[in-house]
C-alpha cells in the first residue's frame, strides 16, 4: 500500500561537529573534522481504513571537508561563507511501526556523499577555539540503498550544523 505523502514527515537532520581550521590568509581557511546527524521520520501507510505509522531513527558518521570564507568580524562573533562536501556512513538505524508493533534494524551498505554551501557564525570563544552554527543547502547523492532517507526523498535539503572548531593557522 503506498505511502500518503500529505501525511509523512520528515524532520531536518540535526548535525553536531567537531572541527579543525586551517586558516590560508586572506580570511579563507579549510577544515575538516568529525560529524554526528540524527535523523528521524514518521511514514503514514494505509487504505483508509487501517492505517499504521513507521518511526524510523538513523544516526549517521561523517567527514566534512569545507573551504570557508570570512567576511566579517565583530569583536568576537564573526560572519562566514562556506561549501565543500561530506562523506557520511550509516552507523545506526531501526525503525518502529505501530498496528504490527514491529521493530526492525534498518541498514545502508554504501557511503552517502553530498555537496553544501552555507552561512555561519561563529563565536569565538578563546584564541584557538569557536562555537559555529552554520546553515545552508546540501545536495545528497543518489547512493543507490533502498532505505527511505531524507537524502533519497529530497536529494536538496536545509541543513544546520552546530558544534566546536578548533583553529590553527599558517
Known amino acids: 500500500i503506498p505511502a500518503d505523502p500529505s501525511s509523512d514527515l520528515e524532520m531536518i537532520p540535526i548535525r553536531v561537529g567537531l572541527t579543525l581550521g586551517y586558516g590560508l590568509g586572506g580570511g579563507w581557511s579549510l577544515e575538516s573534522g568529525v560529524a554526528v546527524s540524527y ?3 514518521e511514514f503514514k501507510t494505509g487504505d483508509g481504513f487501517y ?4 518511526n524510523q531513527e538513523l544516526l549517521f ?8 570564507y570570512r567576511f566579517t568580524r565583530w569583536n568576537r562573533l564573526g560572519l562566514y561563507a562556506s561549501a565543500g562536501g561530506l562523506m ?14 514491529t521493530r526492525e534494524r534498518v541498514g545502508m551498505k554504501a557511503l552517502q556523499l553530498s555537496v ?3 552561512l555561519g557564525l561563529d563565536y569565538r ?9 552554520e546553515s545552508g543547502l546540501r545536495y545528497s547523492f543518489n547512493n543507490g540503498s533502498a532505505l527511505t ?3 533519497t526523498d529530497r536529494p536538496l535539503h536545509f ?4 558544534g566546536l572548531r578548533v583553529h590553527f593557522s599558517n
Do not use: C, M, Q
Open 88 to 101: 557520511e556512513k550509516l552507523v545506526s538505524g531501526s525503525s518502529f511501526t505501530t498496528g504490527s508493533d
Open 125 to 133: 570563544l578563546t584564541r584557538g577555539l569557536s562555537l559555529y552554527a
Open 116 to 118: 553544501n554551501a552555507g
Open 61 to 68: 558518521i561523517g567527514l566534512p571537508l569545507n573551504l570557508n
Open 149 to 151: 532517507t531524507i537524502y
Open 159 to 162: 541543513n544546520l550544523t552546530v
Open 39 to 41: 535523523h528521524f521520520s
Open 51 to 54: 492505517t499504521s505509522t513507521t
